[in-house]
């Protein structure tokens, strides 16, 4: 019985998050277009994420390389390094990693932030200013994940990249221009662009979840930790979903 | 011959005032927990009126049905002669700039300045005062009438308690609202904050022209600034009277505020 009403209330939330969803599209292009505050959400939202994408991404490349070398050491096979790493990286482990990180930061600060506005009545207040909440704290938020995912995505994957350069240096004496030359040479269009056009989803998945848990929270301060934590757990399910569909429609096209 | 002069006199006064905000039957329930079941209320301009009522009584939730931030089960809700409930978001929004409230905790808005907090309802309702490009001097003259000019630049965690009510009612009053509605405006509040709380409504009231509507359980914000008063008892009007009138009664439920 209890299973029941957890899966029913589990479908409920879908759906209320996909209406969401379609409110912010139906908001998007409604004045006023709030662009200080998207620019000041893409500062919070990119600018604060470099550290922890940076540091990632670097220990990423390093512990790839690191744990592989030996296997392809083993085969005659170290000159396929920068080509295996680069391929892996950026199809597919950057994007992730990169966006689970995200979604730990970006998500749950923002449903604390909103969640916390919510209990103390701020959008409350906003709202009988006669001002569009919505419009002001979400929308921005949504769009600004969303612009801002893939920029950290690709600068990631680029600190991955020399990390594991790094690792080749010292273990290989590989330069630094014929491991990058083995790099552009061995990814392709097909490799390259569906990476980046799904971070554009995780972007938005994250900014989508953290809104939506943050906007609806109640039960007091409680409800801002919930609001906080499911979103990060929620945001970071829908992202292996989003990663999966991503997966299934470049094999369809690109022929991996 | 006296009694008759001054019922008189009371009722034209009411009649030649107008109607700023009325409900009619109001319901609203959660679940099976009926807590507004038929609630009725007049305000005329330039009134206080005070709602009191006991905690869960649905005071709360009647200010808030009253500004659209909840949506009633039935009943009609005017403010000065709209029907709320069934205006568009535009014309709602516009409404709601001839309305102030203060809520009980404040509201700031934590991550902006006083300034910030103040400017943030002319963002969108400019238009009102003409054709002005910058807003500071509104914001000082909001600030001044409560006696906080010199906080513009303090961010809301910097100010007690007391001043963020304060600054909140400053908020209130920037876009020059004709009715204001205070929601607990001295809860969590020392006594002698309070009372420079409930003299700082009455100097508003005077300043402003306004008309209040003040929910509260505290007799003596009651006592002071109420002009009529409401008591709020499951769901209803239970009684309506001025505070002597409501303090004199011999009913046990009525007595039960006052003691």
């Known amino acids: 019985m209890l299973k029941l009403i957890q899966i029913k209330s589990f479908f409920i939330e879908i759906g209320e998050l996909t209406y969401f969803g379609k409110r912010f599209f139906k908001e998007l292009f409604n004045k006023p277009l709030e662009l200080k505050e998207l620019l000041r959400q893409c500062y919070n939202i990119g600018n604060k994420s470099l550290l922890l994408v940076g540091v990632t991404g670097f220990i990423i490349g390093l512990v790839i390389t690191l744990q592989t070398r030996p296997t392809l050491e083993e085969f005659g096979a170290e000159s396929w390094m920068p080509s295996m790493v680069s391929i892996s990286i950026v199809r597919e ?15 749950s600060g923002i449903g604390a932030e909103l969640g916390s506005m919510r209990v103390t009545e701020q959008i ?6 006669g001002t569009n909440p919505f419009k002001y704290l979400v929308v921005t938020r949504i769009l600004a994940a969303t612009l801002m995912l893939p920029i950290l995505v690709i600068l990631g994957d680029a600190i991955a990249l020399y990390g594991s350069y790094i690792i080749e240096n010292i273990k290989g004496e590989v330069s630094f221009q014929l491991y990058f030359n083995k790099v552009f040479n061995a990814l392709e269009f097909g490799d390259i662009i569906p990476a980046t056009i799904k971070t554009y989803f995780f972007g938005f998945a994250i900014g989508l979840v953290g809104c939506f848990k943050g906007y609806y929270c109640d039960k007091g301060t409680v409800g801002v930790g919930l609001a906080a934590n499911s979103a990060v757990v929620f945001s970071s399910m829908l992202l292996f979903i989003i990663d999966f569909i991503a997966v299934f429609v470049t094999d369809i096209f690109f022929e991996i | 011959m006296n ?42 301009e330039g009134e206080n009126l005070v709602i009191m009522g006991k905690s869960g009584s649905g005071k709360s939730v009647m200010i808030k049905c009253l500004v659209g931030l909840m949506e009633p089960d039935s009943g009609s809700i005017k403010v000065m002669g709209k029907d709320i409930t069934i205006l568009n978001r535009m014309d709602l929004d516009e409404l709601r700039t001839e309305i102030g409230f203060l809520f009980q905790g404040s509201a700031l808005y934590d991550s902006m300045t006083v300034k910030e907090n103040l400017e943030f309802p002319l963002r969108r309702h400019k238009h009102k005062f003409g054709h002005i490009t910058d807003t500071t001097q509104l914001v000082i003259e909001a600030l001044q009438s409560v006696g906080l000019a010199d906080t513009i630049d303090l961010m809301p965690a910097e100010l007690s308690g007391g001043m963020q009510r304060r600054v ?92």
């Open chain 1, 93 to 107: 482990i950057g994007p992730v990693i990169i966006a689970l990180t995200c979604a730990g930061r970006i998500a």
């Open chain 2, 3 to 44: 009694l008759n002069q001054n019922i008189l006199e009371k009722t034209e006064k009411v009649a030649s005032k107008k109607l700023m905000l009325e409900i009619k039957d109001l319901k609203k329930s959660f679940g099976n927990n009926y807590v507004l079941n038929g609630f009725n209320l007049e305000l005329y």
């Open chain 1, 124 to 129: 409350d207040a906003m709202e009988v200013s």
């Open chain 2, 168 to 259: 909140a009612l400053a908020r209130t009053l920037i876009l020059k609202p004709r009715i204001i509605l205070y929601d607990e405006p001295t809860s969590g509040l020392d006594p002698i904050t309070a009372k420079e709380i409930i003299e700082l409504m009455r100097h508003i009231q005077g300043q402003y022209k306004t008309s209040s509507l003040i929910i509260t359980h505290d007799v003596d914000c009651a006592r002071v600034v109420s002009e009529r008063m409401i008591l709020l008892i499951d769901g209803v009007n239970y009684a309506e009277g001025t505070f002597a009138e409501l303090k004199a009664s011999k009913d046990e439920k009525i007595k039960a505020f006052f003691k």
